[in-house]
């Protein structure tokens, strides 16, 4: 299998966050928001849960791998948190600022995992 196609999901805590790691091709699955959504909840989220999402390693992504985006920012919000992008593709962040979504972007995980810290 073709690094390209290696898809990968991997969270964890840090400082006070949710850090969620999303790599290879970022859409193209329908179970692809349940996944997201289930790697959260597996890190026993701060209250209120701030989260990262770092797209670092994201070759390609497509309308589902956005909507699992806004489906984790809902619940986010809902419950009082705070979604982070950082380190998406160019072409990403264009569509999304063009879009309005209601999330900020980072250059990196490490300046994201900041901006948590300084509103403390």
Do not use: Q
Not at 19 to 29: K, L, N, Y
Not at 35 to 64: F, G, K, Y
Not at 80 to 95: M, Q, R
Request: proline share 4%.
């Amino acid at each position: 299998m073709s690094r390209r196609r290696l898809r990968m999901i991997r969270g964890e805590r840090h400082d006070g966050c949710a850090i969620v790691h999303v790599t290879g091709e970022f859409g193209g699955d329908r179970l692809l928001g349940l996944r997201l959504r289930d790697t959260i909840a597996d890190l026993a989220l701060p209250d209120p849960p701030n989260v990262v999402v770092d797209l670092s390693e994201v070759v390609s992504w497509d309308a589902r791998g956005l909507g699992a985006i806004l489906a984790t920012a809902k619940r986010v919000f809902a419950a009082g948190g705070v979604l982070k992008i950082a380190a998406a593709p160019d072409d990403f962040s264009a569509y999304c600022a063009h879009a309005r979504m209601p999330w900020t972007f980072h250059e990196t995980v490490e300046a994201a995992v900041a901006d948590f810290r300084s509103a403390r």
